[in-house]
């Protein structure tokens, strides 16, 4: 909306293309948790400190048996001191879609940083349950409760990730309309479709 208040040139939004997965069932393991971002942006690493100290504690007084995995590339050695039963640092991973797979729910917990997250994206294609900021999810076209869920304080962020343990069923749900949203609006065919449509436009 800005570049379009600034010039009276035409411009239209190209988003980020990615297909959804055919495949639907894929074993996951229960009340697992999963981050996969590099360490070395301190957005993510800042997030991931904020969650394990305020927010995981707080689901595990509930939920002893959440397990969270921490992948990506340059994770600090003294993350280390947070690894144990419920915490697992996966580090650099060899397939991230396989490791995305493996696991149930998707965390971001941004607070700062632009552009699009991708991640959030390849997750949605893998019909994945994402619990977001809204920083987090910026710039994604999303609805929240319905394909993703948006939580901006810490209690939130606990009490929507233990409503989607004790809520498998509606919480799959979720993930489904997450692949949905990944089919209706960032698949290759629609978004070369809209960028055929853009270049015509300019053309004439």
Not at 18 to 36: G, Q, R, V
Not at 40 to 54: Q, V
Not at 184 to 194: C, F, G, R, V
Request: proline residues 3%.
């Amino acid at each position: 909306n800005w570049m379009k208040k600034q010039s009276a040139k035409y411009i239209s939004t190209i988003p980020f293309a990615i297909d959804a997965e055919s495949e639907t069932n894929y074993p996951t393991e229960k009340n697992t948790l999963f981050h996969i971002g590099s360490m070395d942006w301190m957005a993510n690493l800042n997030g991931i400190k904020w969650f394990l100290d305020k927010v995981f504690p707080l689901i595990n007084q509930q939920k002893k048996e959440a397990v969270l995995h921490l992948a990506g590339r340059s994770i600090p050695n003294y993350f280390n001191n947070f690894s144990n039963e419920n915490v697992v640092i996966d580090g650099e991973v060899e397939n991230a879609k396989a490791f995305m797979k493996e696991y149930n729910l998707m965390i971001v917990p941004l607070w700062s940083g632009s552009g699009i997250r991708i991640k959030i994206l390849e997750a949605m294609a893998l019909g994945k349950t994402i619990i977001s900021t809204t920083i987090g999810s910026s710039g994604i076209k999303y609805t929240n409760k319905e394909n993703i869920l948006i939580a901006d304080t810490e209690l939130d962020f606990a009490k929507k990730i233990v409503w989607c343990f004790e809520n498998p069923i509606e919480s799959g749900i979720i993930g489904k309309n997450a692949k949905i949203n990944i089919q209706e609006n960032y698949n290759s065919l629609t978004i070369s479709d809209k960028l055929d449509k853009f270049l015509n436009k300019i053309q004439t």
